[in-house]
T-cell receptor
Framework: AQSVTQLDSQVPVFEEAPVELRCNYS??????LFWYVQYPNQGLQLLLK??????LVKSINGFEAEFNKSQTSFHLRKPSVHISDTAEYFC?????????????FGTGTLLAVQP | NAGVTQTPKFQVLKTGQSMTLQCAQD?????MYWYRQDPGMGLRLIYY???????DKGEVPNGYNVSRLNKREFSLRLESAAPSQTSVYFC?????????????FGPGTRLLVL
């Protein structure tokens, strides 16, 4: 069975500092990996995803994540955060073989950016 | 283009009452999903519909039923609400049921069962 672990429930960081949000997964088959972001009182929206090819994927707002198969990780990074990045971030995994796109979500990491 | 819409935004129920959460998408997506979000537990899949006319159970289906009314609409029904069903409910849709597809989420329904 697949699972996703986000060890950090909350990450406080100062504005303009770098940040890394950790995500590890377990799966016996090839996986697709996603990061979704949830701003306060909103639904989730896709930040970035890894399907195949280059292991480094980037979002339009400066986040990036690297798929590391040997370490079963998909950590999210940003070199300099803004106040507007304050949100909850969810890592998710899916895999081929099922009839439907069943996403398995981690428990989320709250990124709290302080001035 | 509203994306995924959900009604109501908030609801308070008494134990044993019933209600239906409505979801609609205007993106011509084939697949739709219902999740619940609880603190410290992330999102868990309740039911999904791979295509119009089909529905199937997810991880936590007990106490819920669903109806895929047409391609646009996917409703979630609580027949006899329990306090354990206090949660935030999200509907989502994707173009296809393919594992690579992005899911698009609605704004959520906050449900309190007393």
């Amino acid at each position: 069975a697949q699972s996703v672990t986000q060890l950090d429930s909350q990450v406080p960081v100062f504005e303009e500092a770098p940040v890394e949000l950790r995500c590890n997964y377990s799966s016996s088959v090839s996986v697709y990996l996603f990061w979704y972001v949830q701003y306060p009182n909103q639904g989730l929206q896709l930040l970035l995803k890894y399907l195949s090819g280059s292991t480094l994927v980037k979002s339009i707002n400066g986040f990036e994540a690297e798929f590391n198969k040997s370490q079963t990780s998909f950590h999210l990074r940003k070199p300099s955060v803004h106040i507007s990045d304050t949100a909850e971030y969810f890592c998710a995994v899916s895999s081929d073989g099922g009839a439907t796109n069943k996403l398995i979500f981690g428990t989320g990491t709250l990124l709290a950016v302080q001035p | 283009n509203a994306g995924v819409t959900q009604t109501p935004k908030f609801q308070v129920l008494k134990t044993g009452q019933s209600m239906t959460l409505q979801c609609a998408q205007d993106m011509n997506h084939n697949s739709m999903y219902w999740y619940r979000q609880d603190p410290g537990m992330g999102l868990r899949l309740i039911y999904y519909s791979a295509s119009e006319g089909t529905t199937d159970k997810g991880e936590v289906p007990n106490g819920y039923n669903v109806s895929r009314l047409n391609k646009r609409e996917f409703s979630l029904r609580l027949e006899s609400a329990a306090p354990s069903q206090t949660s935030v409910y999200f509907c989502a849709s994707s173009r296809r049921g393919d594992s690579k597809e992005t899911q698009y989420f609605g704004p959520g329904t906050r449900l309190l069962v007393l």
